[in-house]
């Protein structure tokens, strides 16, 4: 039988999207199939970047879904603070969900419940069974006996003021608040001149929150700016993995074959979380494979992956540092030290792109953790997960 799409792409999250976006625009010629079981794409997300994180050309195909663009940010910790030049951007979950919506039109199902992946088949709950060239599953992370993680938990509010913040960017880290559950900051993003959306965000072992409790730390943290909420506008709440290490073969063989994006894939910074630049990494690649048939793309995609995982293994290693190496609620000075470091070294750092010198920068000195335990969490493996380099 010969199948009906080139390629059905199965989660309308932010890879598979930004994946059919990117196909749509220098792949006419392949037919692609997104299917999401929500009625709706999602409103109740916030993807944010550093316009640094991306080249010239990515950053031009991905602009028309930024939501918001400031021109620089700022951190805050007990004895530091700091601000950063360079853009930092936002795609909302209505924009994103709005282009893509109007760009895919009937290459768009929602409300559909799959029961089943194969590599070029999906099975519907109705009993219908789709085909396939090739299939990519992005339905967002899944559970991992191959993986060890910590996780960065947050819960967000967007919030109206009554009257003027007086932000002019960013504070992509405010650590100046009392530390519970690990690493805790508040992020916060100035989206108009009494519109803030405020996140209570932890580094923790479990990414376990209480949404009653975080609300009423949103709410003191925002008395403590002086700022008046007089509505809250909307809510979203997220658990992003932080990889310390894993195994990545076994991890990569629990796709039975079938082709995975986005954080299902593993394709995000292993230390922030932020997976839009990977996701933008994924989706040229695709466009840039001749064929796309399942045989023949599964051995591309593992190569890729594979070197992806290799590259990313200085990342674990300083996880295991910040999870492991110190108390929880002193894993902010490692963040503290980490933000006086050289601007070029911080901005290729989120980019992932580190530089042997950056490498050798980032363990120079006197570490903000015992000298004993650092070493021991760099060399530390889960007692179930073996690190494969």
Known sequence: MKPAWDLILVGAG???????????????????????????????????????DLSTQQWQWVEPLVTHTWPGYEVRFPALQRAFEGHYCTVSGSQFAQVLTQALGRQLITGAVVR??????????????????????????????HLWLGY?????QEVLLAAPHG??????????????????????????????????????????????LLRQRIEAYARQQSWTVTQVIREEQGRLPITLGGHFDAFYGQGHGVARSGLRAGLFHPVTGYSLPEAVRLADWVAAVPDVAADTLQ???YRYRRTLWQRQRFFRLLNRMLFLAGRPEDRWRVLERFHRLAPGLIQRFYAGQLRATDKARLLMGKPPVPLIPAVKAMLANAPSVQENR
């Open 14 to 52: 932010l890879a598979n999207g930004l994946l059919a976006w990117r196909l749509g625009q220098v792949r006419p010629d392949l037919n692609v199939l997104v299917i999401e079981q929500a009625p709706v794409l999602g409103l109740d997300h916030t993807w944010s970047f550093h316009k640094s």
């Open 299 to 301: 051995p591309l995609l």
């Open 152 to 156: 960065q938990s947050f819960l967000g």
């Open 116 to 145: 089943r992946l194969t590599p070029d088949t999906v099975q519907l709950e109705t009993g219908e069974t789709l085909y396939a060239r090739a299939v990519f599953d992005g339905r967002g992370l899944a559970p991992s006996d």
């Open 167 to 212: 932000l002019t960017r960013p504070i992509v880290m405010d650590a100046t608040v009392p530390q519970h559950d690990g690493y805790r900051f508040v992020y916060v993003l100035p989206l108009a001149e009494d519109r803030l959306l405020i996140e209570d965000t932890y580094y923790s072992d479990s990414g376990n929150v209480d949404p009653a």
